[in-house]
């Protein structure tokens, strides 16, 4: 069956449009308090580099050594003064290495996952 220039239009006018992807950097500081972490994102479009902000972002970790021994549960992250930019406070149970999850919605959504090596502090 052969379909006609108009019908292949209008099927591919009704495909959804291809996500955007994001990217997202990472910088995470211990506080005074073991295994918590103020963590800053910066979020940005992967291809155009543009930043994404009014986003709903929350973030959550896990341990990619012991799948499913450790999880974070997600915090909402907030807006910060930068275009894209968010924080969160993140509590880890143990020191390691770990991927923080950022589930991303509002203009885009997407689910960045990066990887944060949580050391213990020397005294």
């Not at 291809?18 to 963590?39: F, G, I, K, M, N």
Request: hydrophobic residues 45%.
């Amino acid at each position: 069956m052969t379909r006609s220039p108009a019908a292949l239009l209008l099927a591919a006018l009704a495909l959804p449009a291809a996500a955007q992807r994001l990217d997202a950097e990472v910088d995470c500081a211990p506080t005074s308090h073991d295994l918590v972490y103020d963590c800053r994102f910066v979020l940005r479009e992967a291809k155009s580099g543009k930043p994404v902000g009014g986003a709903d972002v929350s973030v959550s970790a896990d341990m990619p050594s012991m799948p499913m021994a450790h999880n974070v549960k997600p915090v909402k992250a907030t807006p910060g003064k930068a275009p894209g930019e968010y924080r969160a406070r993140i509590e880890l149970e143990m020191f390691g290495e770990w991927a923080l999850k950022l589930n991303v919605r509002g203009p885009a959504r997407d689910v960045v996952v990066k990887k944060f090596d949580a050391r213990e502090p020397r005294r």
